[in-house]
Each structure stands twice: as structure tokens, then as C-alpha cells.
């Protein structure tokens, strides 16, 4: 990512920059995981969303996933409120779900991002290619989460 503040990366910028961190990323069913990503995207445009979050849906698991680390996404050329957005939703180790709920809650911009991630984690046609346990497991944190965010 270019570390020059003062020159933002566009859109397809932050697109090209996610694609690359997770190309050699599948999700659970073995799809590309660059598919998940460009889906919240979407996701985040059709629910009204601004070039900031729009960015930080295509790099909201970034950090989570490794793919860029925490000083990678603190000197991207990003504004601070889609690097606020990004941290905001990267899960930590050994959260509890309500306190990460409630950091996404406290950060502006952010739960129309976890929103988008949730609706296509949780979409039965992605839910559908998974064993039956994972999908019951997934779908129950998917719900719990939605609840706690009061979605």
C-alpha cells in the first residue's frame, strides 16, 4: 500500500490492494475469498454507503485474516475513519461477542459494514455449500451477532 497520506488510494486501489492480500485465500466452501470481499462491498454501495466504508469493506478482514498487519493498515494512504472502520471489525483474540459488538457499535461508519459482512456470511445460497454442522454453528453466531448489533 502506498504510504503517502497526503494522496488517498482510490476505490479500485483499495480493491486491487484487498484482491492481492487475499488471493491466495478461499473461504469455507472453497470459494475465492476475493468473492466475500467484493461482495460486502457491494453490499455497503447498495445499503448507502461512502467511498470510506466502501473501502474499509474491502479490506474488513484484512487484518483478521493477516493479509496486512496492523502497522501495514495504520500507514496506508486511508483516511482515519476507514482505518477506524477496518479495526473496528478485525475480531481479536478471545473477544467476547458483545464487546466486540459494542466497538462497532461506538465506531462511526462501522455497522453498515459488519451489516453487509453479515447478510452475505449468513446468505443461505453461500450457507447451503457447507456440512450441516458448520452451517447450524454459523448461523447461530450469525444471528447472535445481528442481535447483538440490533440489526
Known amino acids: ?24 485465500q478461499t473461504d469455507k466452501a472453497g470459494r475465492p475469498y476475493t468473492e466475500h470481499l467484493q461482495a460486502v462491498a457491494e453490499g455497503v454501495r447498495a445499503r448507502g454507503g461512502d467511498d470510506e466504508q466502501i473501502a474499509a469493506a474491502w479490506l474488513h478482514d484484512a487484518v483478521e485474516d493477516d493479509a496486512l498487519s496492523e502497522r501495514q493498515l495504520r500507514e496506508a494512504a486511508l483516511s482515519r475513519r476507514t482505518k477506524d ?5 478485525t475480531k481479536r483474540a478471545g473477544e467476547a ?27 443461505p445460497a453461500r450457507l447451503a455449500a457447507l456440512d450441516a ?15 447483538l448489533l440490533g440489526l
Open 1 to 24: 500500500m502506498t504510504e503517502n497520506p497526503s494522496t488517498p488510494l482510490t476505490l479500485a486501489e483499495v480493491e486491487a490492494t484487498a484482491r492481492a492480500a487475499h488471493a491466495s
Open 85 to 89: 472502520i477496518v479495526l473496528a471489525v
Open 97 to 123: 461477542p458483545e464487546a466486540y459488538a459494542r466497538r462497532i457499535l461506538d465506531t462511526p461508519g462501522a455497522l453498515l459494514v459488519k451489516e453487509a459482512d453479515l447478510a452475505h456470511n449468513a446468505d
Open 133 to 147: 454442522p458448520t452451517r447450524a454453528r454459523l448461523t447461530e453466531k450469525y444471528a447472535k451477532m445481528r442481535a
